[in-house]
């Protein structure tokens, strides 16, 4: 089940594989996954963002608008959840990812993060309540980015346990070169490790920094103790693979150079001073594509396929998926299969088409793959293995 890890962090830097100077650019079009077949399991949501299950085998999934909706085992969605807190729903901002406490069968724990204020000033938030019936009580904010930025992009923001008990969120660079921070492009602020903007940020469950993070080690007193990873545009897929331990994660380029990336602690993945991604006008951002020091992705989408929900597929319901990462493409409108070789660079990649923007990909407690997606009327896709 996504959202919840239960292998072991021991030893993450040793799973990461080494640096690839000239990670594999795939092409926009790869050939179909055989063997898998698709079926509607809901239909009625309004722009689904992400999706957690429940103990009893229900699920609970947010909606971008600011709801959140318990769905029946056979998909059917219930009304809005009551207490929900209020979102900013500008631009990409909104009710974003939806995760469970670790311990939630004990304690109810519900984790949202989305966005607050409007145009003119907003950020990225955590927050959390209690599942009470079919509201959520207690509500209270654990954490939001403490700068403000302007316009409606490049919020993040996906949620992942460790095993540990900590928890992973992503937050987007604050946007392209238009939007201004203290006179600069506000994307400039993924390199500075004490700003939250282009960051993966590992927190305990009340929000706070955790221990053993970058900034307790050879970044002491450089980074803030939230920041886990930093160079990151805008990460909207993250997983974590239950067998091996490894954490993955995807976000989007500008024009082309999305990346599929080996999640390291204290990692600089270099946006957006060394990129495969060109500017929206087609110039170039930088010439660096790697720089030592710098961790290379491991793969990267060129045109761009708007990388965004991200699953590690781990199950004997679809035999074929073993081992799978499985990204969600909104611009591509499918499920991108990526296997990783022996010697950790990818097998050509293939495809399970879609035809809809693809917000996020999710194993269920079934075994079968759930796709939402990005559509005012939001449905989920279930694959599963064809007969």
Same mark, same amino acid.
């Given at each position: 089940m996504r959202k919840l890890a239960m292998a072991s962090l021991v030893g993450l830097a040793a799973i990461a594989a080494p640096a690839c100077a000239a990670p594999p650019v795939v +092409?926009?079009?790869?050939?179909a996954e055989p063997g898998i077949a698709t079926e509607v399991w809901a239909t009625g949501l309004n722009k689904p963002w992400g999706i957690v299950w429940l103990p009893d085998g229900r699920a609970l999934v947010s909606e971008k608008g600011g709801t959140l909706r318990i769905l029946g085992r056979d998909g059917k969605a219930?009304? @809005?959840?009551?207490?929900? @807190?209020a979102v900013g729903a500008v631009g990409q901002g909104g009710l974003l990812d939806v995760s469970l406490h670790p311990d939630f069968a004990t304690n109810g724990f519900v984790y949202l993060a989305h966005s607050v204020g409007d145009s003119k000033a907003n950020r990225t938030v955590l927050s959390r309540g209690k599942l009470q019936g079919n509201a959520l009580v207690d509500v209270k904010e654990l954490m939001r980015n403490p700068t403000a930025k302007s316009g409606g992009a490049h919020f993040g923001s996906r949620l992942l346990w460790l095993p540990d008990g900590t928890l992973l969120m992503s937050i987007g660079d604050g946007g392209n070169p238009n939007i201004q921070l203290d006179g600069q492009p506000i994307r400039n602020n993924a390199q500075d490790p004490k700003a939250y903007f282009g960051k993966l940020l590992r927190m305990t469950a009340e929000g706070r920094p955790a221990p053993g993070n970058p900034t307790e080690g050879k970044q002491k007193g450089q980074w803030d103790g939230r920041v886990w990873s930093i160079g990151h545009r805008n990460i909207q897929g993250l997983a974590l693979d239950?067998?091996?331990g490894g954490i993955w994660a995807t976000e989007h380029g500008a024009r082309g150079g999305d990346e599929l990336n080996r999640m390291v602690a204290g990692g600089n993945y270099g946006w957006p001073l060394v990129t495969h991604s060109l500017e929206?006008?087609?110039q170039p951002i930088t010439k660096e594509r790697s720089r030592p020091g710098f961790r290379d992705p491991v793969s990267v989408w060129t045109p761009s396929i708007a990388a965004s929900g991200l699953g590690v597929y781990r199950g004997r319901a679809i035999p074929s998926l073993d081992g799978a990462i499985l990204a969600g493409g909104l611009m591509s409108?499918? &499920? #991108? &299969? &990526? #296997?990783?070789g022996a010697n950790g660079v990818p097998l050509p990649e293939k495809r399970v088409v879609i035809g809809a923007r693809v917000r996020d990909v +999710? &194993?269920?407690?079934?075994g079968l793959v759930y796709v939402l997606t990005d559509e005012d009327a939001g449905r989920i896709i279930r694959l599963k293995a064809s007969r």
């Open positions: +092409a926009f079009e790869v050939p219930g009304q @809005p959840l009551a207490g929900v @807190p239950l067998k091996t929206y006008s087609g409108q499918d &499920v #991108r &299969v &990526v #296997r990783i +999710a &194993v269920g407690p079934d």
